[in-house]
């Protein structure tokens, strides 16, 4: 698959905020969301862009502190994280598709994705 870049993964004391960055493939550029899983837990989406229109989305336990964002220029995607707390800690994986079909998809739905980055460690300690 296209490569997909994460980087920006720390450990961090509650409260704080950190910033991932996301690179992929300019042909990968209809849609792309952050999600995230701890161990037992499901994977959730937390954010989502349409970056043709530039509409976005969030989680509803996220939305007013993480904001996704995208750079043109850089070929580069964000989420910028504000006020973490230790329910933050998990992987965060950014996901990408270049199918126009998923800007009419369920961007919850892991499956609306079909490239995806290797996963950066976030941990929030209280």
């Known amino acids: 698959q296209v490569p997909i870049r994460e980087s920006g993964g720390d450990s961090v004391q509650a409260g704080g905020s950190l910033r991932l960055s996301c690179t992929a493939s300019p042909s990968l550029r209809f849609c792309m969301a952050w ?13 989502a862009i349409t970056t043709p ?13 993480f904001l996704i964002s995208h750079d043109a220029g850089e070929n580069t995607w964000y989420l910028q994280m504000y006020d973490l707390t230790p329910e ?11 199918r126009p079909s998923c800007v009419s998809s369920p961007w919850t739905d892991p499956a609306t994705f079909p ?8 941990t929030v300690s209280s």
């Open 115 to 122: 490239d995806w980055g290797q996963g950066t460690q976030v």
């Open 35 to 47: 999600f995230r899983q701890s161990p037992g837990h499901e994977r959730e989406g937390l954010a």
């Open 53 to 65: 229109v530039g509409r976005s989305y969030y989680a509803d336990h996220v939305r007013g502190r």
């Open 88 to 98: 933050d800690t998990a992987m965060y994986y950014c996901a990408a598709s270049g």
